[in-house]
């Protein structure tokens, strides 16, 4: 990544683990490092105070802007609070957490914001490894998207995925190497019940992360 060094890129930036440790990576590889946050109708709102805090607290700039047409064109139990959300993924079909053109939609906005300021580089928290049935968490849709971005602007953006193979233990492993363990155990939020650090404990998503934590905790215990 040393190339990259003089170089600036693009966090789409959630204030949960995976979106907080890329955000961390990206600092690390990246000497101008800016945020984009979206609104979308989510249930839990007040992951973008999370967000708009943790960028705050690391110095980055936060750019927040509001696309919640979204929930209009779908249902699923991220964006309408009267479906129940799926405890696990269905044997068949999607889990109903997901939104439909979600990443594709968010990288699009980031990829026109991106060329507005500037940068050719964009970060995503996406994991093939974990991707609990979202297709749009695929490696294969990445590399699609970053070339019809490429051939949509005439740009050449790039599209870094630093989680795309790491498992949740592997996640947790990344946070710690780049020194934010603590902040990313204690100060992100992925619960899909808006509770910040372990949260609720009962979700899917707190499943896989606490999980994931606890695995990471035993391997390194002295
Ligand atoms: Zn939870």
């Not at 600036?8 to 490092?33: E, I």
């Not at 800016?34 to 999370?50: A, D, I, K, M, N």
């Not at 993924?89 to 979600?102: A, D, E």
């Not at 968010?106 to 300021?117: G, N, P």
Request: charged content about 20%; hydrophobic content about 40%.
């Amino acid at each position: 990544m040393k190339e990259n060094k003089d170089k600036a890129a693009l966090v789409l930036f959630s204030g949960g683990q995976d979106s907080t440790t890329c955000l961390f990576w990206a600092m690390k590889n990246f000497t101008r490092v800016e945020t984009l946050c979206f609104t979308y109708g989510q249930r839990h709102v007040q992951e973008v105070e999370v967000a708009r805090n943790l960028a705050k607290k690391l110095n980055i700039p936060f750019h927040l802007r509001d696309i919640s047409v979204l929930a209009t064109l779908s249902n699923n139990s991220l964006t309408n609070n009267t479906i129940e959300m799926d405890a696990e993924v269905p044997l068949s079909g999607h889990i109903n957490t997901f939104v439909p053109g979600r990443n594709m939609i968010f990288l699009s906005f980031a990829a026109v914001l991106a060329r507005s300021l500037g940068m050719s580089d964009i970060v995503i928290g996406v994991s093939q490894t974990d991707f609990s049935g979202y297709p749009d968490c695929r490696d294969t849709f990445i590399r699609s998207l970053n070339a019809t971005l490429n051939i949509a602007m005439e740009e050449q953006f790039i599209i870094h995925t630093p989680l795309m193979w790491l498992d949740k233990v592997q996640t947790w492993q990344l946070a710690a190497e780049l020194g934010a363990l603590e902040i990313v155990r204690n100060e992100t939020l992925t619960c899909y019940n808006g509770i910040k650090g372990e949260g609720c404990g009962n979700c899917p998503s707190c499943k896989l992360r606490n999980e994931g934590l606890r695995r990471y905790l035993m391997n390194n215990e002295q």
